[in-house]
């Protein structure tokens, strides 16, 4: 079963589904920028539900059926924006959190204001602070694109802190993400209930779950993984 839901946020109105669990249903799963929505993570979420795992993901202002304008968003207000959700939904804590891409970051953000035991980060972008409140634009840009700008990431002091299970995903071929940011943030965990990192060889930044899904052993391997932490 999904069921649809919309929560305001501001003048916004943030439009979102939960696939329903028959076992679970403490995942929020946050996408990421470009073009993301959460149409693009149906894979992922509907093979969790088989697994009895359920999950609530939105479409971040900017982005799928939300819609609105992206500059008046930013990485903050992603994160803003999933805190409301959360709790507009009731989600049961300790909350379980998948985030990719940019939606990695928010995660992490997530731990800060919620009791989280599990995160799964997929194609992980993190960022220097000074981007997180600037919106999304040419300003936000012009941050982001200087060399190693993530660097400075207050992501990994964060990330120090978490207790819980981390599973990092990262694609062996990613144009967008270095790998050295992946590596960055397992061992950053030091106090992790569990770190690991796991390379899907031959993926791209936005061909991960397709790739997997065209040879079904390495994909059930990975959904096993993701359920592995998100128990």
């Not at 501001?10 to 028959?22: I, K, P, R, T």
């Not at 799964?120 to 602070?129: A, D, E, Q």
């Not at 106090?191 to 059930?220: F, M, T």
Request: hydrophobic residues 45%; negative net charge.
């Amino acid at each position: 079963m999904i069921v649809d839901f919309a929560v305001p946020f501001g003048e916004a109105l943030l439009q979102g589904d939960q696939y329903v669990g028959a076992d679970s249903n403490r995942v929020l799963y946050l996408h990421g920028a470009g073009n993301s929505s959460r149409h693009g993570h149906r894979l992922l979420r509907g093979a969790l539900q088989q697994r009895g795992i359920g999950s609530t993901c939105f479409d971040c202002i900017g982005h799928g059926d939300t819609g609105g304008v992206l500059a008046q968003s930013s990485v903050a207000s992603r994160t803003r924006q999933a805190q409301a959700v959360a709790e507009a939904r009731a989600l049961p804590q300790p909350l379980a959190v998948v985030g990719a891409s940019m939606g990695a970051y928010n995660a992490i953000r997530m731990t800060q204001s919620h009791a989280v035991d599990a995160l799964v980060l997929i194609v992980p972008g993190v960022y220097t602070p000074s981007a997180y409140e600037v919106p999304f634009g040419p300003d936000f840009s012009a941050v982001i694109r200087q060399p190693r700008s993530w660097a400075d990431s207050d992501a990994w002091d964060i990330l120090g802190q978490f207790e819980g299970r981390l599973l990092v995903i990262a694609a062996e071929h990613d144009a967008t993400i270095p790998l050295e940011i992946p590596e960055r943030l397992v061992a950053a965990a030091t106090r992790a209930q569990s770190a690991q990192l796991h390379v899907v060889d031959g993926a791209q930044h936005n061909y991960l779950w397709a790739l997997l899904a065209e040879q079904p052993a390495r994909l059930d391997a990975a959904i096993e993984m993701v359920c592995g932490v998100l128990k």
